[in-house]
């Protein structure tokens, strides 16, 4: 059936194909930064303070950046229903010569609750423990990558290296982390108490991360509760003129919405909004080409109207013709759904490979699968629904003649 | 069988209203062969078309082996048409990107009745009218003549009480148009279907049982 029409046919699959691989890509991204895959493999039972708001009272001006020192160690330990809690900073770059050789690297500074909160891989070694930590004991913890930069295909355990002049020992090695996963991401991680003044007891917004891993999904709640209480009377004293601290446990996507929604300056939670922004924008995205295909659909049928009539003729319902188009119309979006996963796959796996985003291996999984083809079958009912309500109510009288509009 | 009681069918396309049947009275038994005659614009095809219920009257009642298809929803008249009911068209309608065997099972789609029993009937009817060798050929490799049968064929396929046929010899030359009404007078007598025949050739019609005839939509005597 496809092959009647072969110009249109291509033509159809080109338009499915395109716009499917541009959905494919951007749910690959969204799973990539979002979605469970090592370290960041706990993330049904992960809360996080990612962003801290400083306001005043009569919303004259503010601070929006991510939480304080002071405001994780003083209102982010002990919480109930916490199985580990951490406090890391956010990444910064560093320089090292080996050899003559310049080095830029990453790096990021974390307590030893860190590697039990995420999930790295250690292909060598092992992380820092608390009492490495309390002993501000140089140890460094690499990536891969780093791995080769410094020590080329040698083992790099027990090794000394030179981060901004200072040295740190090798105790362990990981897999690389994809910069786009910015909480656990860096070249290199080292304990947060060889960061020089990295105790500020008052600083409530700075450039730090709390990762906080609960004992189950069901305790998010207490902990949400528990951590709203604390921070509502927190100490302001060294914040003025501040009168107030914005900060919610809670997962990245949550805070993302927030920020979209209400730049941080409140509590509740914009999830339900962000999703609705997706799904329509993804619809939205869809109905231009819907609508070139719904066009090129109704060409078809409208060709294919001898055929109708004669169907008709011969009994076929209304609903079976339909049920008939509509199949069409979902198999080749199919089609165009596998040959745009291949595409995407390629284009993916170029933009690993060329490391235009650090360290980004774009993984194919179940999750993006279902995706897939929840857009695939979606893009195949949007774009062929209302050409095979046109072949429905196609009187057969009037299709054997061809007096079609 | 088939009864038209004061059948009237108008066309409307914006203010023009035009009256393609008026009054008909009209009974066909079952077994009947029959013709419909009458000049171009007549009523002739719109007739058939309301008798094979791809049309509605405007007025009048139509009734189908005793059945008011005006009580009747789309899907009861399509089961209708699918189940008792056969057309052959002046233009053969076959679709011509599918081969013979194909077209001759469109039918038969529409029914219960398994992927090898449909082609085992499609084999079976198209032998009847002599196109057993030709079950994988498609339209446009046919000749007129063979196409018709073809179209022959795939309305009795499913065995209809009646066949709707709308001048089938009207685009055959006369000797393919002798073997076409050869056939149909077979199946006929063969199988005691009514056939309802429009048609433009006198010499046809007097080999049918009764002759109907319409000018300006209405019956004549």
Redesign the interface.
């Known amino acids: 059936?496809f092959m009647?029409r072969r110009f249109m046919t291509f033509v159809n699959l080109f338009g499915i194909t395109f716009t499917l691989v541009i959905l494919f890509m951007l749910v690959a991204l969204l799973d990539h930064v979002f979605g469970n895959a090592s370290p960041e493999a706990n993330q049904n039972r992960t809360l996080g303070l990612y962003r801290a708001n400083l306001v005043r009272e009569d919303d004259a001006g503010g601070v929006a950046a991510l939480p304080g020192y002071g405001l994780l160690d003083r209102y982010g330990r002990d919480l109930p229903a916490v199985e580990a809690f951490s406090i890391s900073t956010l990444f910064r770059r560093a320089i090292s010569y080996v050899e003559g050789r310049r080095i830029e690297s990453y790096i990021k500074y974390t307590d030893a609750a860190f590697w039990d909160v995420l999930s790295f891989e250690f292909i060598e070694g092992k992380p820092f423990s608390r009492g490495e930590v309390r002993d501000s004991l140089r140890y460094a913890v690499i990536n891969e990558a780093t791995r080769e930069r410094f020590f080329g295909s040698n083992t790099a355990l027990g090794k000394p290296i030179t981060i901004d002049t200072e040295v740190f020992v090798v105790m362990g090695v990981v897999r690389n982390v994809s910069m786009l996963r910015i909480v656990p991401f860096a070249d290199v991680w080292l304990p947060i108490t060889t960061l020089h003044d990295y105790y500020r007891p008052d600083e409530l917004a700075g450039l730090n991360f709390g990762l906080i891993l609960a004992r189950s999904p069901q305790d998010f709640d207490i902990i949400r509760r528990a951590f709203s209480a604390r921070i509502a009377s927190a100490d302001m004293s060294g914040n003025a003129p501040y009168d107030k601290v914005i900060a919610v446990p809670e997962t990245k996507f949550d805070t993302m919405a927030r920020l979209v929604f209400t730049q941080g300056k409140s509590v509740a939670s914009k999830t339900p909004h962000l999703i609705l922004m997706i799904v329509l924008s993804g619809i939205v995205f869809m109905i231009l080409p819907s609508i070139n295909l719904i066009n090129l659909n109704v060409s078809r049928i409208l060709e294919r109207s001898?055929?109708i009539?004669?169907?008709?003729?011969?009994?076929?319902?209304?609903?079976?013709l339909v049920l008939q188009f509509l199949f069409e119309n979902l198999l080749l979006s199919i089609i165009g759904g596998i040959v745009a996963l291949c595409i995407s796959l390629l284009v993916l796996q170029g933009i690993s490979d060329m490391g235009i985003i650090p360290y980004a291996e774009f993984q194919f999984n179940y999750r993006i699968l279902l995706y897939m083809i929840l857009i695939t079958v979606t893009f195949g009912l949007l774009s062929g629904l209302y050409p095979a309500w046109r072949m429905a109510h196609m009187?057969?009288?009037d299709a054997?003649r061809g007096r079609v509009t | 069988m088939i009864e038209l009681r004061s059948v009237d069918k108008v066309y409307s396309t914006g203010r023009l209203e035009t009256l393609a049947l008026a009054g008909i009275n009209l009974c066909i038994e079952s077994g009947e062969f029959i013709s419909v005659m009458g000049p171009s614009g007549s009523g002739k095809s719109t007739l058939l078309n309301v008798m094979g219920l791809l049309d509605s009257p405007t007025r009048g009642d139509l009734f189908f082996n005793d059945m008011k298809v005006e009580d009747l929803s789309d899907r009861e008249r399509a089961r209708i048409r699918n189940t008792s009911v056969g057309f052959i068209f002046q233009s053969f309608h076959l679709i011509r990107d599918l081969p013979l065997i194909d077209n001759v099972e469109i039918p038969l789609l529409y029914r219960r009745i398994s992927g090898r029993e449909r082609h085992r009937r499609c084999r079976d009817v198209l032998e009847r009218v002599g196109l057993g060798s030709r079950i994988h050929h498609k339209p446009g490799q046919l000749s007129g003549g063979q196409q018709q049968r073809a179209a022959i064929a795939r309305a009795i396929v499913g065995d209809p009480q009646l066949i709707l046929a709308d001048e089938p010899t009207g685009n055959l030359d006369s000797q393919m148009g002798d073997e076409i009404m050869a056939l149909l007078q077979q199946l006929h007598s063969d199988s005691k279907t009514a056939i309802v025949m429009v048609t433009h050739d006198a010499r046809l019609a007097d080999q049918t049982q009764r002759i109907v005839r319409l000018f300006d939509g209405r019956q004549v005597h």
């Open positions: 059936m009647r001898d055929e009539g004669v169907r008709k003729a011969f009994g076929a319902s209304s609903a079976s009187e057969p009288i054997l």
